[in-house]
């Protein structure tokens, strides 16, 4: 029997109609959907997406990935859900991964496409709407023009690191930002970012939030997806 293919498909943010042609057809045909979720939560996002568009006899297989600054800490894992996907494929079934936004963008994706593409297995991968480049059309920000350069920092990063960006950078998205937010509030006002500073949590989705005073905000505890668009006044 031939091996099934593996498709990474990005299904954007949120709104069920931010997917591509490409990504509905691949949710269409697929046998099998990897449904990513996170140790702490029991429901998928990206599957919530997806299910409109799967055929109804799809089997949906969940597999936790943990929330890992390095990869190498958490091998067993990542090598358990890789040889799960492994043998869907070998049994000629076509399996989906479905990935928020984009899969080659900060996603979990990537971890199993590196486990997955040394093993000769035919790879897909569709791209999607990042969350940052949705945001920005849902509040009417040109992200980046002319020649501006466009800093993208993941606030989970070391605070210094941080720093050390936002001294240099103009338009800026920082990613992440639910971990750390009152030290990134702090860090942008240092750095004078503030004023211009748009937070928006779960855009595209039923519950989304658009909060534009963000120091007002600082102790608030954030949904996971929440990203904040800001650039210095010039
Ligand atoms: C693991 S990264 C995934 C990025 C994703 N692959 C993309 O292309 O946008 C998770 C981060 O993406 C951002 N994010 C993803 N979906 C979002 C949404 N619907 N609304 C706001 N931010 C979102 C948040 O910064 C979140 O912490």
Redesign the pocket.
Known sequence: MDFGTFYGI?VG??DPELLTVKAIEALKKIDVLIAPKTEKKSDSVALSIAQPYLKPTVEIVYQTFPMVKDFAEETEIFESNKAEILSLLRDGKNVGFA?????M????YIYIFRLLEPCGVKIVTIP?V???LA?AAQIGRPLAYGNDILTIIPATAELAAIENFLDKADATVL????KNFPEVVDALKIHGMIDDAVL??????DDEKIITDIAAHKNETLN????ILTRKKS
């Open positions: 990005g943010p949120g990935t928020l936004g984009d899969p963008f900060y996603s979990t999607g990042p969350a940052f945001i990613m992440k930002v639910y928006v949590s779960r855009c595209g989705l996971y997806l929440s990203t």
